[in-house]
């Protein structure tokens, strides 16, 4: 690579990569590059242009119920549990705490960098379960499905010691990834009502609040269907998936 500098142009700079990534800038890139330092190393941002592949017609759809505890459950019964990432949260959050206490300037930047690492582990675990979910779903050709979250923080109605965890709860990061590792893969992907999915029988139809005693269970009080109430919600989301996608499908009445 070649870089400006206060001393003119350096030409020839080797970097190192790997010979995916090597495939892509050579095909791919396009426009400037940045060169980025973080934590004492040096890193080309190099953008590239791919096209997406075309999306194929699913057979099924995976329905993924997003939420605080477990951090995604789908149809099939995976269950991604978030209680470690809370528990690493509510640690962060008892020293971001004591250091604002101290209020001194090395203390602030250490906040700043505890806000840092916090972001990127959430990131990470963001990554590597939505690469999991994309990875079945391509691998058994299925559409993943998603509820549409939008604005729930406006919505919900919640106790004061509840507002910090909604409010710093990656579920909307979780939805990006998905849908751009689906794109990336081909897989088709849906964001459907999120209305009263976890109160709806899937067998019946029947919904009620009383279906769901408690957080982790579900019993219908007209035909008793009974399970854990996540997988019950992401049975909800897959089969609302099926109705819209064959919506979305249908061809436009001629005129």
């Keep these: 690579m070649s870089i400006w ?50 999306v194929y017609e699913p057979v099924d759809w995976i ?3 997003r939420g605080i505890v ?8 995976t269950n991604y549990q978030g209680r470690r990432l809370s528990r690493y949260r509510r640690w962060q ?27 990127r582990h959430a990131t990470h675990v963001n990554h590597r379960v939505s690469k999991e979910i994309v990875s079945v779903a391509q691998r058994t050709g299925r559409g993943i499905a998603v509820e549409a979250l939008g604005g729930i923080r406006e919505r919900v109605r919640l106790r004061r010691d509840q507002r910090g965890a ?21 897989v088709p992907f849906l964001e459907v009502d999120m209305a009263y999915t976890s109160q709806r029988c899937p067998r019946c139809g029947h919904t009620e609040r009383a279906n769901r005693p408690d957080r982790d269970r579900f019993r219908c009080r007209r035909c008793g269907l009974a399970g854990l109430a996540d997988v019950v919600a992401g049975v909800n989301v897959r089969d609302r998936a099926r109705s819209a996608w064959v919506f979305v499908t249908a061809p436009a009445p001629s005129s």
């Design 70 to 77: 477990n951090l995604a459950t789908t149809s099939d019964g």
């Design 93 to 119: 959050a008892r020293k971001r705490a004591e250091l604002q206490r101290k209020g001194s300037r090395s203390a602030r930047r250490r906040l700043a960098r505890r806000k840092r690492k916090e972001q």
């Design 166 to 186: 909604l409010s710093s709860w990656p579920f909307h990061q979780l939805g990006q990834h998905l849908a751009y590792k689906a794109c990336k893969a081909g």
């Design 63 to 65: 329905g993924v119920d």
């Design 5 to 54: 500098t206060v001393a003119g142009r350096m030409r020839g700079i080797p970097f190192a990569c790997s010979p995916d990534q090597l495939k892509t800038l050579v095909a791919h890139r396009k426009g400037e590059s940045d060169l980025v330092c973080r934590g004492g190393k040096w890193f080309l941002i190099a953008t590239c242009d791919l096209p997406d592949p075309e």
